[in-house]
Each structure stands twice: as C-alpha cells, then as structure tokens.
T-cell receptor
Framework: EAQVTQNPRYLITVTGKKLTVTCSQNMNHEYMSWYRQDPGLGLRQIYYSMNVEVTDKGDVPEGYKVSRKEKRNFPLILESPSPNQTSLYFC?????????????FGPGTRLLVL | GENVEQHPSTLSVQEGDSAVIKCTYSDSASNYFPWYKQELGKGPQLIIDIRSNVGEKKDQRIAVTLNKTAKHFSLHITETQPEDSAVYFCAASIPGNQFYFGTGTSLTVIP
C-alpha cells in the first residue's frame, strides 16, 4: 500500500532531551516535507527536500534539523526540544521535486514537551 | 515570503446547502493552489487543486475558482452532506519553493 509512515505517533518528552521523528514513504517520491500544525495557525512548513541531500528551510525551521540521505526517509530531529515545540507534526511527500503536485500526508506525530 | 489568508475560520451549513471558503495570497509568483480536507485524527488529504493558467476547475460537487488579478481563490462545495464536515485548508506554492497553507476552515454540515 502506498503510504507515508511516521514514528512515533505520540511522544512525551522533557525539555532538552534530543529526539527524532522518523518519516518514510514507499512511493519513490522526490519531494518530502515536514509541517507543524497548531490551533489557529494552520500548517506551517518546517523543512523540505526536493531530492536526496537537498534540504531547505521552510517558514519555521528554528530548533529543528533534517537530513535526506535516502530518497524514502526524511527524519526530523529536535536536538534540544522546548515546550514551544509541543505540536502536531506531519510529514508529507509528492512525486515531483517542485511542490506542484499532490502531497500525501502521514498520520501525524503528537509531541508534548514538558 | 508568501502570505495565505483564509476565511471564514468556522462555517455551519444545512445539509444540501452550498459552502464557500475563500483564500487570498500575496506573492504573484505562486502558481499552484491546492485544497486539502482534514478529518479528525488524520492527515490532510488533497480534494482539488488548480494551476494559475486555469480559472476554474470542477470535480463532481467540488469546484475551485482562481482570480489571479485579485490574488484570490475559492472552494465551492454544493449539495453538502454530513461527511463533508471537516477542516479545509487552502495552500499556495511557488515552483521549487515553500508550501504555504491557510489557517483552516472548520466546516460543519447540519443534518
């Protein structure tokens, strides 16, 4: 089944404890992206990648890191999480590299930073 | 960067009536405008999209219109059904660049 998977789905952590949220897609998509969703703010793009080893900052990249070593994986790293990073995170992917096609979203990761 | 504004934030309609959600964008370089539907507990899912070389697009009960001069685009849902109840997001994209979403509209269809 074609899909975007994220792990974990739920995570509670404490300030400063490094964490990684994994994202994987099995559709051979070029474009991958991370978003955070907060009430009243909609979806905001954190980072995106148009291909392997190519990543760019989105609207809210501060406090996050990403890497794209393989086409299918795009992990999101919080090196020192803070409470303001408590949010619902979505990974997405699309076929072409230019963000001009259907994006397929994962199921989301709900993160709580204490 | 691009700024996408979406209105209204909440919308209630009677089953069978039409619903309209409006978005404006600021960057004239944006040329791809999708609409996503998000059901409770799930990720957003594309329902329709439009490119800047097209003024209107329809898919059964759903239509999107684009006015490039005024920089606004709208989602129209006709003959609404209870299963249309969800949060809807508009978005704008510049080729090879970021994706910008609106703040969402919570649509409730009252049976």
């Amino acid at each position: 089944e074609a899909q975007v998977t994220q792990n974990p789905r739920y995570l509670i952590t404490v300030t400063g404890k490094k964490l990684t949220v994994t994202c994987s897609q099995n559709m051979n998509h070029e474009y991958m992206s991370w978003y955070r969703q907060d009430p009243g703010l909609g979806l905001r793009q954190i980072y995106y990648s148009m291909n392997v080893e190519v990543t760019d900052k989105g609207d809210v990249p501060e406090g996050y890191k990403v890497s794209r070593k393989e086409k299918r994986n795009f992990p999101l790293i919080l090196e020192s999480p803070s409470p303001n990073q408590t949010s619902l995170y979505f990974c997405a992917s699309s076929f072409g590299p230019y963000a001009q096609e259907t994006q397929y979203f994962g199921p989301g990761t709900r993160l709580l930073v204490l | 960067g691009e700024n996408v504004e979406q209105h209204p934030s909440t919308l209630s309609v009677q089953e069978g009536d039409s619903a309209v959600i409006k978005c404006t964008y600021s960057d004239s370089a944006s040329n791809y405008f999708p609409w996503y539907k998000q059901e409770l507990g799930k990720g957003p899912q594309l329902i329709i999209d439009i490119r800047s070389n097209v003024g209107e697009k329809k898919d059964q009960r759903i239509a999107v219109t684009l006015n490039k001069t005024a920089k606004h685009f709208s989602l129209h849902i006709t003959e609404t059904q209870p299963e249309d109840s969800a949060v809807y997001f508009c978005a704008a994209s510049i080729p090879g660049n970021q994706f910008y979403f609106g703040t969402g509209t919570s649509l409730t269809v009252i049976p």
